[in-house]
């Protein structure tokens, strides 16, 4: 089972690029790599997801090396209604389903 | 029209008595998912259900036990409540099993234990 881990917080400034790192070391063949974004008394949300290289979308971009051991998850321009908790999660299907988030990065967005 | 409902939002009750959450999904989905959030907002997977069948069953107590009357809805029943079980429940639904299929999440269910 692939474990994730991630900063526990970071902090930006409106405008600027936020880059949230989950390290995978243990990430297995058939792992897909998906980012989930939280606000308070919300559910997560999906945000994007990626197998390898790279993966963009309206929201956000997600960077793959090609060991796969880390992903990164970019959010470009940040505005103030970004600021929540953005979870990794690894999920496996193979002879067993197994999913592994993260504990979740706050980020906070400020003025 | 809320994709993943859960009822009740709220649920506060003493230590000892049964429980019951309920969840539904409008989406057509054939998975569904119960996730515990603690206070220090861990998100760890209970239980999953692939058109009514189990598929993921976490090391959770045997006080916990998922029911799947159809594939629109994953109900989940606590004997027993602790005061560990104090946390955040969220239901959640998928088009299908597999690690590429993006989760849609209910709001979740505070349950508070007296």
């Known amino acids: 089972l692939a474990k994730t881990t991630q900063p526990i917080s970071m902090d930006s400034y409106e405008g600027q690029e936020v880059n949230i790192t989950c390290s995978h070391n243990?990430?297995?063949?058939?792992?897909?790599i998906t980012w989930y974004q939280q606000f308070p008394s919300q559910g997560p949300r999906f945000i994007i997801q990626g197998y390898k290289t790279k993966v963009t979308n309206e929201v956000a971009s997600l960077f793959i090396p090609a060991d796969r051991k880390s992903s990164t998850l970019s959010l470009p321009r940040v505005s103030l209604s970004d600021t929540a908790v953005y979870y990794c999660l690894v999920g496996e299907w193979s002879n067993d389903y197994k999913l592994s988030f993260g504990a979740g990065t706050t980020v906070t967005v400020r003025a | 029209d809320t994709a993943v409902s859960q009822t009740p939002k709220y649920l506060v009750t003493q230590m000892g008595n049964d429980k019951s959450i309920k969840c539904e999904q409008n989406l057509g989905h054939d998975t569904m998912y119960w996730y515990k959030q603690d206070s220090k907002k861990f998100l760890k997977i209970m239980f999953s259900y692939n058109n009514k069948e189990l598929i993921i069953n976490e090391t959770v107590p045997n006080r916990f036990s998922p029911k799947s009357p159809d594939k629109a809805h994953l109900n989940l029943h606590i004997n027993s409540l602790e005061l560990g079980d104090s946390a955040v429940y969220f239901c959640?639904?998928?088009?299908?099993?597999?690690?590429?299929?993006?989760?849609?999440f209910g709001d979740g269910t505070r349950l508070s234990i007296l």
């Open positions: 959640a639904s998928s088009q299908d099993i597999g690690a590429d299929q993006p989760q849609h």
């Open positions: 243990n990430i297995a063949t058939n792992d897909y």
